[in-house]
């Protein structure tokens, strides 16, 4: 499996595990937020690598957006 495909099956799983806690009470709301960040993050990487970039080891979810719209713009 390609890195880029990697990146994407992991983000997959935290899209499932975002929506399977957002069904439940509010207590689960905060999880369901995190792994919602951490979908788009690995989104995000997948395409930097996609594109053959590094992606940096951020959090950062507007840096990681930044990079991206750069390379769309090439």
Do not use: G
């Not at 983000?11 to 929506?19: C, P, T, V, Y």
Request: charged share 30%; aromatic share 8%; net charge negative.
């Amino acid at each position: 499996m390609s890195e880029h495909n990697d990146w994407l099956f992991k983000a997959k799983s935290d899209l499932k595990s975002a929506k399977k806690l957002s069904k439940d009470d509010d207590e689960t709301l905060d999880t369901a937020a995190y792994h919602t960040q951490q979908c788009v993050e690995k989104t995000l990487k997948a395409f930097l690598v996609f594109n053959n970039r590094v992606p940096p080891r951020t959090h950062d979810l507007e840096k990681l957006l930044e990079l991206c719209v750069v390379l769309i713009y090439l």
